[in-house]
């Protein structure tokens, strides 16, 4: 819950660079975003998105998948969930995260759980969607904020945003170009849920 300052708390999940988690970062600290990251989880030991974390002074620890390479369990998800609760969490934000998460969190999170998720879904869902955009020959993708479900990339759509595929795009200059819309769009599809969440608590 907010604390006097007003300031809802974000939890944030990732499992690689972190570039969005730094996007709503810098949102914060230009005030265009009335929050605070209070708590970083990775399932990627080597993920720099912990290195982020920690050059911010934002607790950052390791998710314990059990060995699993792809699976999330329900009993690290269980434990994710408390963990998220302790820190006081409003909203979790999925930010390159990589696994699917499920009903152990959405059950503790209902309708606060959001990914950002490279394409204009419903297209190109799953891994690389920007790959599978080139590879598709598609003269537009994207970026999508949603709420999750317990699909991949299912849930309702909050904001999306539109980037046209070049005729010399490659998989990495369209992603890198999709990346900038998402760190624009993210911030602003948590400020819009959470004005949702103030109206009807
Ligand atoms: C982002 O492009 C995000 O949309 C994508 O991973 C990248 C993470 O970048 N997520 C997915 O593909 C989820 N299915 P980041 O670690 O620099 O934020």
Redesign the pocket.
Known sequence: MPDGSGKFKLGVL?S??????QAILDAIEEGSLNAEIVLVLSDNPDAY?LERAKKSGIPAEIIDCQGYKTRFPDDSQKLIAEKLKDHGVDIVCL??F?RLVKQPMLDVFPDRIL????SLLPAYP??M?WQQAVEDGAQESG?TVHYVDAGM?TGPVILQARVPVLPHDTADSL?AR??EQ?HQLYPEAIKLVWKKLSHTQ
């Open positions: 990732g690689g660079s972190g570039s969005n988690m998105i930010a390159g990589m990914n950002i998720h490279p799953g891994l969607a970026c990339d992603h999709i990346q998402e």
